[in-house]
């Protein structure tokens, strides 16, 4: 079964999670009380409703209980996402996601006992500095204990070499979760560059210069690791 999810609030933060989720197979609803931002999404998702989310039957009338989760993604009315948000608790809902702008605001979320808490603002501040202090990482997702998941290009000293010579885990005490890796396929009758995934990594695997890595360790471990091989 397809996993459900409702998403209320569609600014750019909210369509992009629906829009996201759709894309990967998932049943999206997605709410918001502005008739144009439900109307510039509905061809995407499974469902798409205007309606006024601090309204807790209308929510009920959608059924919102039998989602798998729920993000509440609404940026400008911090006012009608504490509603909305104490209305989904009322309710019952498996798991609730709420976005905060700011601190106050996931100060006031932490007390209403909500355990899952966007800050979008903050995290896409993180990762533009992450990037300009380090270019040769194109994502990263921060863990705890100063662990991070980064996705690199290759650094051109370990280009055309082995994982066994490059020695990751030994050297660096980093571990190659994957490699994506571009593949020059026909699409429309025109030679395309199209990305895949080259699956689990093995020690005789060559990585090429134009590789994407995915690698696990902490921060100063990255650091190094790139650093070494720029």
Request: aromatic residues 4%.
């Amino acid at each position: 079964m397809r996993s459900k999810f409702a998403v209320i609030g569609l600014g750019i933060f909210g369509n992009s999670i629906a829009r996201t989720l759709a894309e990967r197979g998932a049943e999206v609803i997605a709410i918001d009380n502005d008739e144009d931002h439900v109307e510039a999404i509905k061809e995407d998702v499974a469902y798409a409703v205007a309606l006024d989310a601090t309204d807790i039957r209308a929510l009920e009338a959608q059924n919102i209980q039998d989602m798998d989760a729920v993000v509440v993604a609404i940026g400008e009315d911090f006012e009608a996402l504490l509603i909305t948000t104490a209305n989904l608790q009322e309710l019952n809902i498996k798991r609730v996601i709420t976005r905060a702008s700011n601190k106050q605001q996931r100060r006031i979320l932490e007390k209403m006992g909500v355990q899952e808490i966007l800050s979008p603002e903050g995290e896409v501040g993180k990762t533009v500095a992450e990037r300009l202090l380090q270019p040769n990482i194109r994502t990263f997702l921060p863990l705890p204990d100063n662990y991070e998941i980064v996705e690199i290009n290759a650094p051109r000293n370990i280009a055309n070499r082995s994982l066994a010579k490059i020695s990751l885990r030994e050297k660096y005490n980093l571990n190659l979760i994957t490699i994506k890796r571009f593949f020059e396929e026909i699409q429309d009758g025109k030679p395309t560059q199209v990305e895949h995934i080259i699956g689990v990594p093995k020690a005789d695997t060559i990585i090429y210069p134009s590789d994407i890595l995915i690698l696990i360790g902490k921060k100063n471990d990255v650091k190094r690791f790139i650093d070494v091989n720029r």
